[in-house]
């Protein structure tokens, strides 16, 4: 499998001079099947990049949607083989048991957000609520879950050949523990995350910042080194970064890590642009 970053940025898109190198788009990352399977983990606003980079040649694509916040919809528009006739669109989003996918697309998808609504679309994509079981897209298999974020909101574990990535963007795994790590059946997403090759995970706050936004949904920087050593991942993705972060905070936040603690992993800081291969 081969991993690619379109937007790390958490909360709001922050374009500007102070975050150039990791990037101001939000959610999006883009992975690739050996056999050529596309999927897409979120629509943030680095997903208009990602649709100008498919290939005509592509025959079909997988959007795999966490949840239903702005920040990893807003540029579901703007994905340009959504506008291509023919080919074979698929968008996955989390069960609800109050309104199907289409109804909760149809919000954003609306004259009052949205020029042009889901029907309308030249590829007429296919919606599916994710199934609560193993599934298979090409030479993927996909398992997912519920974890720690308000609303419904998945995490994702797609594995090729004996590799995986999780893919946990929007995570509180912290909630309501007065010490963590606790006990690991209590811990949410950690199954998902387990001795996965490669984690991206949600590290939008510093330990400081945190008490001030329990229960939002998000991590601070120990927690997800905890919750990736609970894992015992082979690698760590630093990813939904706070808006207000700059490229030198987040460098200085990752080299308090780097120094600080006793990593069993490969921390990778979450940088737009970055792509990473899984052997297989």
Known sequence: MKITLWGTRGSLASPGPENLRYGGNTSCVEVRGSDGTLLVLDAGTGIRRLGDSVEAGVKRVDILLTHLHLDHIQGLGFFQPLYREGLEVHIWGPPSTKLDLATRL?????TQLFPVRVGDLPSHPILHDVPLAPFQIGGLTIVTDFVCHPGPTLGYRIAENGTCVAYLPDHEPALGAPDFPG???????LDLAAEADLLIHDAQYTDDEYPGHIGWGHSAFSHVIAFGTMARVNRLVTFHHDPAHSDA???RFIDEQRK?????FELVPGTEGTTLQLAT
């Open 106 to 110: 149809s919000r954003y998808f609306s």
């Open 183 to 189: 006990d690991p059946q209590w811990t949410s997403g």
């Open 249 to 251: 905070a987040l460098d």
């Open 260 to 264: 600080t603690c006793r990593l069993p």
